[in-house]
């Protein structure tokens, strides 16, 4: 069973601060996604990466993909209380078109 | 476009109760997927339709839980009886393929006391 960590699991920081979240397997992944959760919500997709070394802009947040493919990062500009959620990455492997998702940052921005 | 619907919203029950799920994916999406979040952790994939076919049920607990699409469309998931560790939410989503992006529902918050 593939297992995708993330890291840190929580993270609370104030409004203005920068901050990286991680996404690790053992496991080459043909694709890779980020979603964004909030409270009493579904996970909303934010982007799909699917080149090694890919990286992919959206407004203030910044998403690599691992040479390798194996591994990803979420790099967030001048955080907004707004982006308050559970920031959670999730793998595709070859044809098995099976997303994994992985154990989830929960992250605080406050005021 | 009208979103993944869910329904309902939360459900309380006690142990060894039957308890049902119902979602309504997003018209044209083809593939079907149920997923288990607990607290604070990401999904994990119970079960994967694609149209009526069940392609993916290998994490199901099939003991206590069932899931049927009749008909390609709408699903629902069940589970008799219910547990303890059951407590958790109940997420649907659809993708127009399989390897689409995933369109979620807002779940269903379960509680067994």
């Known amino acids: 069973t593939q297992l995708l960590e993330q890291s840190p699991q929580f993270l609370s920081i104030q409004e203005g601060e920068n901050l990286t979240v991680y996404c690790n397997s053992s496991s080459v992944f043909s694709s890779l996604q980020w979603y964004r959760q909030e409270p009493g919500e579904g996970p909303v997709l934010l982007v799909t990466?699917?080149?090694?070394?890919e990286v992919k802009k959206l407004k203030r947040l910044t998403f690599q993909f691992g040479d390798a493919r194996k591994d990803s990062s979420l790099h967030i500009t001048a955080a907004q209380p707004g982006d308050t959620g559970l920031y959670l990455c999730?793998?595709?492997?070859?044809?098995?078109?099976?997303?994994?998702f992985g154990t989830g940052t929960r992250l605080q921005v406050t005021l | 476009e009208a979103g993944v619907v869910q329904s309902p919203r939360y459900k309380i029950i006690e142990k060894k109760q039957p308890v049902a799920f119902w979602c309504n994916p997003i018209s044209g999406h083809n593939t079907l997927y149920w997923y288990l979040q607990n607290l604070g952790q990401g999904p994990e994939l119970l079960i994967r339709y694609e149209n009526e076919e069940a392609v993916d049920d290998s994490q199901l607990p099939k003991d206590r839980f069932s899931a049927e699409r009749l008909k390609g469309v709408d699903s629902t998931l069940k589970i008799q009886p219910a547990e303890l560790g059951d407590s958790a939410v109940y997420l649907c989503a659809s993708s127009l393929g399989a390897d689409s992006p995933l369109h979620f529902g807002n779940g269903t918050r379960l509680t067994v006391t």
């Open positions: 990466v699917v080149t090694g070394g």
């Open positions: 999730a793998g595709r492997t070859g044809t098995a078109s099976k997303l994994t």
